[in-house]
């Protein structure tokens, strides 16, 4: 069974920066992609950024070029700065991973619990 943890949401002005955490943990072969949503109240959940095995990255419009989304493989954990945060981030940011469970050819995808971020002065 895999796993995974978000942390790092908080109460932030705006303007104000955060950086969400996500760790895979458990038994698997390998992990493909990586990626961060997020729900607002009343909203459909929405893809944040995501990013390749192979470290290709893509962004919403609404965040680019204040988010940036990392991955550590020797930690199996990826990462989300958000610079510049504005009231209309806030949401319930979800890790999500694509994950190779062992040597066949098949991927199944995992969720974490959520961590709330509120951009609020």
């Known amino acids: 069974q895999v796993r995974l943890v978000e942390s790092g949401g908080a109460l932030v002005q705006p303007g104000g920066s955060l950086r969400l955490s996500c760790a895979a943990s458990?038994?698997?072969?390998?992990?493909?992609?990586m990626g961060w949503y997020r729900q607002a109240p009343g909203k459909q959940r929405e893809l944040v950024a995501s990013v390749t095995s192979l470290g290709t990255t893509s962004y919403a419009d609404a965040v680019k070029d204040r988010f940036t989304i990392s991955r550590d493989d020797a930690k199996n954990t990826v990462y989300l700065q958000m610079n510049s945060l504005k009231p209309e981030d806030t949401a319930v940011y979800y890790c999500?991973?694509?994950?190779?469970?062992?040597?066949?050819?098949?991927?199944?995808?995992?969720w974490g619990q959520g961590t709330q971020v509120t951009v609020s002065s």
């Open positions: 458990g038994t698997f072969f390998s992990i493909n992609a």
């Open positions: 999500n991973a694509l994950v190779r469970p062992s040597a066949l050819p098949y991927s199944r995808a995992y």
